[in-house]
């Protein structure tokens, strides 16, 4: 079997992560919002995280945060404009 043929096997038997565990937001201010996390349970390689934010949808704004990051402070988020609440996505990049 060629050098080549067994990477490719290995890529294919690799784990991917789960979701982040214990995903908690805390407000700090009206306009400021603590988001904190675990990494997932079930051992796969996260290599960092993106979190997005915005008004009524989560991906207007993002922000790439490295593999060690727990947690992040949003701030200047808005209660209500337009009819709609900021919202929050958190995603893992692998």
Do not use: F
Request: glycine share 8%; hydrophobic share 40%; with cysteine.
């Amino acid at each position: 079997m060629s050098v080549e043929r067994m990477c490719v096997t290995c890529l294919l038997v690799s784990v991917l992560p789960g979701q982040p565990t214990s995903v908690r937001t805390r407000v700090i201010q009206p306009d400021t919002v603590l988001v904190s996390w675990q990494p997932p349970l079930d051992g796969g390689v996260v290599t960092g995280y993106m979190i997005g934010y915005g008004e009524g949808v989560p991906d207007v704004n993002w922000r790439y945060l490295e593999r060690h990051r727990r947690n992040v402070t949003i701030r200047n988020l808005s209660k209500y404009k337009n009819g709609m609440a900021s919202s929050v996505l958190l995603s893992l990049i692998i």
